[in-house]
């Protein structure tokens, strides 16, 4: 099934000293093109935050207004692309694999969008495959995208979750990348 695919790469990495966690690297990767390479089927990539160098070529775009958290992310984001669904994810989902990115594709059914769950069974919203005509409309809804919660944007969508997995797992600490 085709999909495009939205990376939000554009936080202030505070809890790593501001040191750009999308380009930590783990096992001689970036965190960023782990989830570039998982996410190498997507017909339309954009980045969401600032250039950078990858492995593939992506679109780049950046909140408006800048530093306006995820959500005003989400709503730059899909402004890029036209496939009926788009993978939303964060970039730092280093145990993210292309299986996985299919596995929330394939899940989405009759749901407005099929997520992961991380190893403690919390719900990771930026790691869902979401139908486009879903989550416009909840940005719609939202209104002005800057400093709302991921969670209180999906709160109204019909969202199946995956059993626990790695994949899910982000990276939020130093300690997280000993994983």
């Not at 202030?12 to 001689?28: C, N």
């Not at 879903?134 to 800057?146: N, S």
């Not at 944007?153 to 939020?172: K, M, Q, R």
């Amino acid at each position: 099934m085709d999909f495009d695919a939205l990376i939000l790469a554009g936080g202030g990495s505070t809890r790593f000293g501001g040191v750009d966690k999308a380009m930590l690297v783990l096992d001689g990767v970036t965190l960023l093109d782990r989830v570039l390479t998982a996410t190498a089927d997507a017909t339309t990539t954009v980045v969401v935050g600032s250039v950078r160098t990858t492995c593939r070529p992506v679109e780049w775009t950046v909140e408006d207004p800048p530093s306006g958290g995820p959500v005003a992310g989400i709503a730059a984001g899909l402004t890029h692309g036209t496939e009926p669904i788009v993978v939303i994810l964060s970039c730092d989902l280093p145990w993210l694999t292309q299986d996985d990115v299919t596995h929330l594709i394939e899940g989405l059914r009759d749901h407005d969008a099929h997520g992961l769950r991380d190893t403690d069974g919390r719900n990771q919203q930026l790691a869902t495959a979401y139908r486009r005509t879903a989550i416009t409309e909840a940005v719609r809804r939202i209104g002005d995208p800057r400093d709302k919660s991921v969670r209180r944007l999906v709160a109204d969508l019909d969202i199946a979750w995956s059993d626990p997995t790695h994949a899910g797992d982000d990276v939020d600490t130093w300690a997280d990348l000993d994983d």
